[in-house]
């Protein structure tokens, strides 16, 4: 690495340390049930222009990752600092700190280009740099655009094997659990057209109470408001989910239990890494805390900020806390795991592998070490033969690539590169004779 591109990838750390610190006080000196409400206001509308399809999905999708990269920081900031008192909406400073987000971004993916060519790592060999620089851009640049209506499909799934020590630990089980994270992903994907129903409906009653009452709208309102308690509270909470960022209190929009919620969510000020002194303070270069815990807490309600980050960060928060509550469990727990992942791809697949043969855990003998080897799925489907292995993530996937590319690099190796050898190990010995026999336990 030259004198000038040290000078470069100085004077980029500082300036991204500038803006994350003007992004901290602008976040803190505006409501933050306002900021969120304007937030996805803006996403609404994105998502309601529908002119020029063709021409605009690259765009939205564009400002649609922009969006989530802010909210990530608006939870950052929430979860970093305490509320500040006597703080007001302020549209302007909103404007400002969309620019201010989209410049980090930028800046931050500057970083990532310039820092990976002729890295000290050699952890990939020549293709080190490459590998560094798609680790440190993926880190950036990847925001959960998911089919949210399957959130409760996929966390009923992975915590069915947990569910009683779930019913033990909370009081509910997978089924309600996964429930819950479903009701929030439909109350963030159409709560605002909810809302925005609800208040018309709200409307033309008063209108209709208003006409019978042969008076003018204005004049029958306190009137109306007084013989419809619950139409009136119904109206309030569409304005608190269209202007106040309600659509994402997860306290309001799903039963799940206050013990639960506080487990994934950070009060405010609780959290002392992100913004603490030392080189990448309140950059996307350290573990943004969405990643730990995706929800936050304020006043006496929970929210997810970011609603894409309550199936990855939250699938990883809760098994975190569920194993520091029972950590006798462990080793049941690491067992459990296993049985599901390795059995996941033929049981969600096995319409599509109707007629297949199937088998799982198959051993053979390695050719070249003639040492008994075994991968842990078969799929026989006509003439076409699947091999399936899976691998269990690691927790090096949420720390940054930049401050600790040792521990990416090796979780690279154990999730894709040990599949991958397993996987040729396994084709090999097919290759080994003209006939082969594996011994597969037969599902």
């Not at 610190?21 to 933050?32: A, D, E, F, V």
């Not at 499909?153 to 020590?165: G, K, N, S």
């Not at 308690?229 to 569409?238: E, V």
């Amino acid at each position: 690495m030259n004198i000038e591109q040290e000078k470069v990838i100085a004077n980029l750390l500082k300036e991204m340390e500038q803006v994350a610190t003007k992004i901290r006080i602008l976040i803190n000196g505006i409501p933050p049930e306002e900021l969120l409400g304007y937030i996805y206001g803006q996403l609404m509308m994105m998502n309601s222009n529908t002119t020029s399809p063709e021409l605009s999905s690259d765009t939205q999708n564009k400002e649609k990752n922009e969006i989530q990269f802010l909210l990530e920081y608006v939870h950052a900031v929430l979860a970093s600092d305490v509320a500040q008192e006597y703080v007001v909406f302020d549209e302007r400073k909103c404007g400002e700190l969309f620019a201010l987000s989209r410049n980090l971004r930028e800046k931050s993916m500057c970083f990532a280009m310039v820092s990976s060519i002729n890295t000290q790592n050699k952890d990939f060999g020549s293709n080190t740099a490459d590998i560094e620089f798609q680790a440190k851009s993926s880190w950036l640049m990847l925001r959960g655009n998911r089919y949210q209506v399957l959130e409760g499909e996929f966390y009923q799934y992975v915590l069915a094997p947990h569910d009683d020590v779930l019913k033990d630990i909370y009081g509910i089980g997978a089924i309600e659990i996964a429930e819950g994270f479903q009701q929030l992903a439909n109350a963030t994907r159409v709560g605002q057209a909810n809302a925005i129903e609800e208040m018309m409906k709200q409307f033309q009653a008063a209108q209709d109470f208003a006409e019978k009452q042969n008076k003018p709208l204005e004049d029958a309102m306190e009137e109306w408001v007084e013989a419809n308690a619950q139409q009136t509270k119904s109206a309030g909470l569409a304005v608190d989910d269209m202007l106040r960022g309600g659509i994402s209190n997860v306290s309001r929009h799903t039963k799940l239990p206050s013990e639960l919620l506080a487990d994934l969510a950070y009060s405010r000020g609780e959290e002392l890494d992100f913004f603490s002194e030392g080189d990448f303070s309140g950059t996307p270069y350290r573990t943004l805390p969405a990643r730990k815990k995706p929800l936050i807490k304020l006043g006496e309600d929970y929210y997810a900020v970011d609603p894409c980050f309550i199936r990855d960060a939250g699938y990883r928060s809760l098994l975190f806390n569920l194993l520091q509550k029972k950590p006798d469990y462990k080793e049941a727990f690491k067992e459990r795991q296993k049985v599901m992942s390795e059995a996941a791809f033929p049981e969600i697949l096995a319409e599509q592998l109707s007629g297949a043969v199937i088998y799982q855990e198959v051993y053979y003998k390695d050719p070249k070490t003639k040492q008994w080897a075994e991968n842990d799925t078969l799929v026989l489907i006509d003439d076409v033969l699947y091999l399936v292995e899976a691998k269990a993530g690691a927790a090096a996937s949420i720390a940054s690539p930049e401050l600790d590319f040792k521990r990416h690099s090796q979780s690279i190796k154990d999730l894709i590169i040990k599949a991958y050898k397993q996987c040729e190990r396994f084709f090999e010995y097919l290759k080994s004779a003209d006939e082969v026999e594996p011994f597969p336990n037969f599902v």
